[in-house]
């Protein structure tokens, strides 16, 4: 069994940084996309970044040149470095994995809520 466990939430003032971190653990697998959700209370789970195999990367406008993702492959980990927090960035934000073990599925974290105050 294959899980996604996220760590690097919390509590940071506006303007400050937080750094998640989300680890594949298991074992037989490959991992093609993973990305970052999050969603704030009363609205719908949005999609906040992604990154291919490739390294080819994708962000949202509202994030764009504030937040970065990466992966290191060997360790199965994706990461959202997150900077210049902004109150409207708070939210429990989600990893996502696109995974093979015998088929294709997509695996999700259990969740890691990050509160920005103002």
């Known amino acids: 069994q294959v899980q996604l466990v996220e760590s690097g939430g919390g509590l940071v003032q506006a303007g400050g940084s937080l750094r998640l971190s989300c680890a594949a653990s298991?074992?037989?697998?490959?991992?093609?996309?993973m990305g970052w959700y999050r969603q704030a209370p009363g609205k719908q789970r949005e999609l906040v970044a992604s990154i291919t195999s490739g390294g080819i990367t994708y962000y949202i406008d509202s994030v764009k040149d504030r937040f970065t993702i990466s992966r290191d492959n060997a360790k199965n980990t994706v990461y959202l470095q997150m900077n210049s927090l902004k109150p409207e960035d708070t939210a429990v934000y989600y990893c996502?994995?696109?995974?093979?073990?015998?088929?294709?599925?997509?695996?999700w974290g259990q969740g890691t809520q990050v509160t920005v105050s103002s």
């Open positions: 996502t994995a696109l995974m093979y073990t015998s088929t294709w599925w997509r695996g």
């Open positions: 298991g074992s037989h697998f490959s991992i093609n996309d």
